[in-house]
Nanobody, 122 residues
């Protein structure tokens, strides 16, 4: 059973930066990991995904501003978020799938964390 615990959410002003962390346990080295977000009244959407080789993909809304990475030695996934905008405000979730392939589709992921709140004010 994969367990995921997110941290690092906070309230920041537009233009600021945050780094989210997700500590993982029980996963396999070939699993793919991703960050999703969900704003009030909206569907959950994929933000960034990374496969076991370290290859990443991003949603068009965050490409160039967000960077996903992982530290295998620390069993931790990261999301560095720069140039934050008010529309980035959401609950951010870490997710894992029992598949090496990258995806930003919610239903492709098997395990989820509880989420960490990011609020960006203008």
């Amino acid at each position: 059973q994969v367990q995921l615990v997110e941290s690092g959410g906070d309230s920041v002003q537009a233009g600021g930066s945050l780094r989210l962390s997700c500590t993982a346990s029980g996963y396999m080295n070939t699993d793919a990991f991703a960050w999703f977000r969900q704003a009030p009244g909206k569907e959950r959407e994929g933000v960034a995904v990374i496969d076991y080789t370290g290859s990443a993909a991003y949603a068009s809304t965050v490409r160039g501003r967000f960077t996903i990475s992982k530290d295998n030695a620390k069993s931790t996934l990261y999301l560095q978020m720069n140039s934050l905008k008010p529309e980035d405000t959401a609950m951010y979730y870490c997710a894992a799938r029992r598949d090496w392939r990258r995806s930003l589709v919610t239903s492709d992921f098997d395990y989820w964390g509880q989420g960490t709140q990011v609020t960006v004010s203008s």
